[in-house]
């Protein structure tokens, strides 16, 4: 069965430092994964996504992930952080080849100045 | 191009009575999900809605059901309210035409159930 596991429920940085949101995932099959990010009283927003083509995606806002089979992984990354990154952040994996999402437990991540 | 829709934004109902929450999907798109926030759950997905035709399902109660309109437009009902059905919903579209579509989220409606 598909699943995330995503290893830290609030991380905090300072401004201008990087970002590591780490997320782990179980799948009988080559998955799809996704971030998505949702800001306080907002909808989901996509960040990026994985379908088997580079190992290294590159999303919205800075924010990249690498996809690792061997660790079972795929963090989510950004050089250098911003207030505005502050949110709740999903890492996503689909049931199978359906539009079903599985969703981790989300990661808080907190910018201070 | 407009963004997914949902009404309403809020609601407030007690245990017993039934609600109706409205999805209107990005123009186009075919296929609409559900998907029900709390903060002991997380996100869960309750089903998804493909050319009129419930084409996958979450594991929730029957009292959660939905359906989907001849124009993509999806309506999602609770019946007999619990409190534990108090969450977010959101509503999901996309194209459909494949798997692993990048899905669209609405607001989303918040319901209390008192």
């Known amino acids: 069965a598909q699943s995330v596991t995503q290893l830290d429920s609030h991380v905090s940085v300072s401004e201008g430092t990087p970002v590591l949101l780490r997320c782990n995932y179980s799948?009988?099959?080559?998955?799809?994964l996704f971030w998505y990010v949702q800001h306080p009283n907002k909808g989901l927003q996509l960040l990026l996504k994985?379908?088997?083509?580079?190992?290294l995606v590159k999303g919205i806002n800075g924010f990249e992930a690498e996809f690792k089979k061997s660790e079972t992984s795929f963090h989510l990354t950004k050089p250098s952080a911003h207030m505005s990154d502050a949110a709740e952040y999903f890492c996503?994996?689909?049931?199978?080849?359906?539009?079903?999402?599985?969703f981790g437990t989300g990661t808080r991540l907190q910018v201070f100045p | 191009k407009a963004g997914v829709t949902q009404t309403p934004r809020y609601l407030i109902k007690t245990r017993g009575q039934q609600v109706t929450l409205s999805c209107s999907p990005i123009?186009?798109?075919?296929?609409v999900s559900w998907y029900q926030q709390t903060p002991g759950q997380g996100l869960q997905f309750l089903f998804e809605?493909?050319?009129?035709?419930?084409?996958n399902k979450g594991n929730f109660p029957g009292r959660f059901s939905g359906r989907q309109f001849s124009n993509s437009r999806s309506e999602m009902n609770v019946s007999t309210l619990e409190l534990g059905d108090s969450a977010l919903y959101l509503c999901?579209?996309?194209?459909?035409?494949?798997?692993?579509?990048?899905?669209?989220f609405g607001p989303g409606t918040r319901l209390t159930v008192l």
């Open positions: 999901a579209s996309s194209s459909g035409r494949e798997g692993h579509n990048e899905q669209f």
């Open positions: 799948s009988s099959y080559s998955p799809s």
């Open positions: 994985y379908t088997s083509a580079a190992t």
């Open positions: 996503v994996v689909s049931f199978y080849n359906t539009d079903k999402l599985i």
């Open positions: 123009s186009g798109h075919r296929s």
């Open positions: 809605y493909f050319s009129e035709t419930q084409r």
